[in-house]
């Protein structure tokens, strides 16, 4: 990858992403039998993710650094929310429930809303030295 700040944005989704799965797991009380069934999860969200995301422009560093462009990943989970569902349900052979997609939609977009308005903020406070430093892009 040739821009580290694309990195730093793809390596927090990424994280963003596994955390959300692991809160799943841990709120149904299975994190500690769940083992590489969360991966049943996790692959289909960030694969949705990594196929809608970049079309909304969340992957733009321009955008990226502007709180008012916050709503493009949010915006974007929401809408690959249900192929990610989709790709779950594929996975497994098990049906989609819609209320599944509704809640990983819903807390997967707040938590990147959240992890985005981390790196803006980050942005904003020490830009001057991260466009001095290595992150610059």
């Keep these: 990858m040739r821009n580290p700040r694309l990195l730093v944005l793809l390596a927090g989704d990424v994280i963003t992403l596994a955390v959300v799965t692991l809160v799943g797991f841990a709120s149904h009380n299975e994190l500690g039998s769940a083992g590489a069934r969360m991966l049943t999860t996790f692959i289909p969200l960030l ?16 955008r990226s650094t502007e709180f008012r462009q916050l709503w493009r990943p949010f915006w974007a989970m929401v809408l690959a929310a249900p192929l990610a569902g989709w790709m779950r349900g594929a996975w497994l052979n098990a049906p989609i429930l ?3 997609v509704v809640i990983l939609g819903g807390i997967s977009a707040l938590a990147l809303f959240v992890w985005r308005l981390i790196y803006c903020w980050a942005l904003s406070r020490w830009g001057g030295f991260i466009r001095g430093s290595a992150l610059h892009g």
């Design 47 to 62: 694969a949705a993710w990594l196929l809608v995301a970049p079309h909304l422009g969340a992957f733009d560093l321009q």
């Design 98 to 100: 819609p209320v599944f």
